[in-house]
């Protein structure tokens, strides 16, 4: 008896609680649709942050390193150059306009293993990941015109990571030709040493890239993301309303 009597009272309370907000209904749409144009304010005023993709793939590995080594040495060799701030002025020095900044992009730190910037006004936050040959730079961005211009520091990098290669084989080329020289008897052994940095060198002056930097990918806004505020921002209202109007009825009963 008793329990039915509970299950009894359970749906009365429900139907009040119904009753209560089918009441107030207009008063808590009022606060939704508040919040939504306080969602849209929202989305008009901040400023929109897009992400593209910037992949770099190496092709051509330079002779003087290791078979096990060299995805990583080269790699590494690129990030030095590219967080070079000699590079980065001899680069743009050469540029009548650039709207690029070094420290939008150069300032890093280290989270969970990945190389961030804070991101603030014209800036990158670029996140850099590696997959066997290639290096992904995940680029997100409020200014779109400076998508473009990383790509061109890049290339830029690259062409002189291509002479600094060829330079280095060229020397190794010399110092093997010296030892030739006061080690005859070794110069079988020597050749196979000589091929590798020879083969990289014509290589590179037939036009060969050791890195192929591919444009960035088309740009996809991530934040804000409208439907996410709206949503948000709805819920919030709703949840506003319904507190203001289920107050209003236990402030009125604790007068009565």
């Not at 749409?29 to 593209?52: A, C, D, H, Q, R």
């Not at 092709?59 to 078979?67: A, C, G, K, L």
Request: hydrophobic fraction near 40%; avoid cysteine.
């Amino acid at each position: 008896m008793d329990t039915k009597n509970s299950i009894y009272n359970n749906e009365i309370d429900l139907i009040e609680i119904f009753k209560t907000i089918w009441k107030g209904k207009f008063f808590i749409i009022f606060f939704v649709m508040t919040g939504i144009l306080l969602g849209f304010l929202y989305i008009k005023i901040k400023n929109p942050v897009y992400e593209s993709r910037l992949k770099i793939e190496i092709e051509n590995i330079p002779p003087f390193y290791s078979d096990k080594t060299s995805i990583i040495k080269s790699t590494y060799d690129f990030k030095n150059n590219v967080l070079s701030k000699t590079n980065f002025d001899n680069w743009k020095s050469n540029l009548k306009k650039s709207s690029l900044v070094f420290n939008s992009f150069s300032e890093t730190i280290i989270i969970d293993g990945t190389e961030l910037t804070s991101l603030s006004r014209d800036s990158l936050l670029v996140k850099t990941s590696q997959e066997r040959d290639k290096i992904n730079f995940i680029i997100k961005t409020n200014n779109l015109q400076i998508l473009d211009e990383f790509y061109n520091y890049n290339h830029y990098i690259s062409k002189l990571l291509e002479k600094e290669y060829v330079f280095r084989a060229k020397k190794e080329l010399k110092l093997i030709s010296s030892k030739i020289k006061d080690f005859p008897e070794t110069e079988p052994f020597i050749i196979d040493k000589t091929l590798p940095n020879e083969r990289f060198i014509t290589s590179i002056e037939m036009g060969k890239n050791v890195f192929n930097i591919q444009r960035p990918s088309v740009p996809k806004k991530i934040s804000p993301i409208n439907l996410l505020v709206y949503g948000i921002s709805s819920i919030l209202g709703a949840i506003i309303g319904l507190i203001i109007v289920f107050g209003r009825i236990h402030i009125g009963q604790n007068k009565t």
